[in-house]
């Protein structure tokens, strides 16, 4: 029986205004308002299935993104569902290197965030018409059919698909026990929303007060405006949480090459796991001299958050510039580049740490991580996936965390749709929100701050 096909997809601008409680800030994202560009998938299949799939934001330019997955629009409109989930891989190529819009990419920025928001739309598509949660539709597959949804172009040289498949016939014969350990103890998490650079001292202390007694061990504070009230917060955070827990640091890209190491030298005592982000999300070879300097403190480097593609992934691991790799579920062209890179990282025994947190972000990535314990890690060790506590409430299936873990989702699909009424009160502009200037009925803000969003001008 056919699986039908696409009619229609259908997007729109969703924004949050998180920057009025300092949600999310850091030392070069001050203000952000976490939002996404929301897609719907739409088929003329007799049960009405939908896919739905998100490309996170901070804001201003969401629109950009809208318009650049409306781009796509034509290319996948009309098209045979049986031939794209027949053909992943080969469909994934050639939508990134459509022969004219690759120009404005090419598999990177706008274009290739929007693109993720499709891809990511049809993975939940296809899970909910098997009936399954997105993780357990990939464990489910046969290794060589999970391979053709992946593209090896431009990766082979350090990743052939032999190799891929050797990475996953390892683990294919333990597969039920990995998934039955999930299953019971969930997949190891750490928490984020304790440790915001806009939070004051007796936030974060009482943060993470609530996080310990939750059942959290594993802990991320914004780092990077300054070396000595880093140094006070990481004091108090410690102070807080004891020093057996791990501690995490994250600069979200703020410091030259060397005042990284400056500055992470001095932030040793404090026994930051790793540093997340150190410096240019672009600088491979800078990461790597950082990785080489701060390796003798026992600092490992994170990075991966804002890495567009598998190609700059591929040269992370060749060059030793990370010790966490940090795939995003919406930077990359949605889940089959982020397979790609699991495969990457597990052949240079690389641990994977997703990034999470926004609109979506941890719905995501959860089903991310099982998948790769279960199909690609040879171990749960030294593994965990970022965890931070906003805006699920707007989501049909939020994650559930307990005890500092991700437990498997049940629901079909990706964990990716939102609530018609939190649509219709955050679509920027046309939501019942925003139309009203940005103010709640109860909110003591400006009653300007939408007129200030749209020009730009509200610092």
């Given at each position: 029986m056919s699986l039908g096909k696409i009619i229609d997809?259908?997007?729109?601008?969703?924004?949050?205004?998180?920057?009025?409680?300092?949600?999310?800030?850091d030392a070069v994202h001050k203000d952000p308002d976490y939002s996404g560009a929301y897609v719907v998938v739409k088929t003329d299949r007799h049960d009405k299935l939908c896919g739905f799939g998100l490309s996170f934001t901070l804001g201003r330019g969401t629109e950009i993104v809208v318009s650049a997955i409306k781009a796509y629009g034509p290319f996948v409109i009309?098209?045979?569902?049986?031939?794209?989930?027949?053909?992943?891989?080969?469909?994934?190529?050639?939508?990134?290197?459509?022969?004219?819009?690759?120009?404005?990419?090419?598999?990177?920025?706008?274009?290739?965030?929007?693109?993720?928001?499709?891809?990511?739309?049809?993975?939940?598509?296809?899970?909910?018409?098997?009936?399954?949660?997105?993780?357990?539709?990939?464990?489910?597959?046969?290794?060589?059919?999970?391979?053709?949804?992946?593209?090896?172009?431009?990766?082979?040289?350090?990743?052939?698909?032999e190799e891929a498949l050797e990475i996953l016939q390892k683990n294919f014969a333990t597969k039920s026990e990995r998934e039955q350990n999930i299953l019971e103890h969930g997949y190891p998490a750490y928490i984020t929303s304790?440790?915001?650079?806009?939070?004051?001292?007796?936030?974060?202390?009482?943060?993470?007060?609530?996080?310990?007694?939750?059942?959290?061990?594993?802990f991320k504070m914004k780092v990077g405006l300054d070396v000595e009230k880093d140094s006070?917060?990481?004091?108090?955070?410690?102070?807080?949480?004891?020093?057996?827990?791990?501690?995490?640091?994250?600069?979200?890209?703020?410091?030259?090459?060397?005042?990284?190491?400056v500055n992470m030298k001095k932030l040793a005592p404090y026994k930051p796991k790793f540093i997340e982000e150190p410096t240019h999300p672009d600088d491979v070879l800078g990461h790597?001299?950082?990785?080489?300097?701060?390796?003798?403190?026992?600092?490992?480097?994170?990075?991966?958050?804002?890495?567009?593609?598998?190609?700059?992934?591929?040269?992370?691991?060749?060059?030793?510039?990370?010790?966490?790799?940090?795939?995003?579920?919406?930077?990359?062209?949605?889940?089959?580049?982020?397979?790609a890179v699991l495969l990457m990282a597990a052949k240079f025994q690389v641990p994977v740490w997703p990034h999470a947190g926004g609109v979506g972000l941890c719905e995501m990535v959860q089903h991310i991580s099982i998948f790769d314990y279960i199909c690609i890690s040879p171990t749960l060790k030294d593994k965990a996936t970022e965890y931070a506590d906003h805006l699920h409430e707007h989501f049909t299936d939020p994650p559930v965390v307990m005890n500092g873990a991700y437990l498997a989702?049940?629901?079909?699909?990706?964990?990716?749709?939102?609530?018609?009424?939190?649509?219709?009160?955050?679509?920027?502009?046309?939501?019942?929100?925003?139309?009203?200037?940005?103010?709640?009925?109860?909110?003591?803000c400006g009653f300007t701050r939408l007129q200030k969003k749209m020009a730009g001008k509200d610092k």
């Open positions: 997809i259908t997007v729109r601008d969703i924004r949050f205004p998180t920057s009025l409680g300092s949600h999310g800030s009309g098209l045979s569902l049986d031939w794209i989930f027949c053909h992943f891989g080969e469909f994934w190529r050639w939508l990134v290197d459509e022969s004219q819009l690759r120009w404005i990419g090419p598999e990177k920025g706008a274009l290739h965030t929007g693109l993720a928001g499709i891809i990511n739309a049809l993975w939940d598509l296809w899970a909910r018409i098997e009936g399954k949660p997105v993780w357990k539709l990939l464990v489910d597959m046969e290794p060589k059919k999970l391979l053709s949804t992946i593209d090896f172009k431009h990766i082979d040289d350090a990743l052939t698909k304790v440790g915001w650079l806009g939070y004051d001292e007796s936030k974060i202390r009482k943060l993470c007060r609530d996080a310990l007694a939750e059942g959290w061990t594993r006070e917060r990481a004091a108090l955070i410690r102070e807080v949480v004891g020093w057996e827990k791990d501690l995490m640091m994250d600069a979200n890209q703020v410091w030259s090459v060397q005042d990284a190491i790597a001299k950082i990785a080489d300097a701060l390796n003798p403190e026992g600092i490992g480097v994170a990075t991966g958050e804002v890495c567009c593609n598998r190609v700059m992934f591929k040269q992370y691991l060749q060059s030793k510039g990370l010790q966490y790799c940090q795939i995003d579920s919406c930077r990359m062209a949605g889940l089959n580049e982020v397979i989702p049940k629901a079909p699909g990706y964990s990716t749709e939102i609530f018609n009424a939190s649509l219709d009160k955050y679509d920027f502009l046309e939501g019942s929100y925003w139309r009203h200037d940005g103010v709640e009925p109860s909110s003591p």
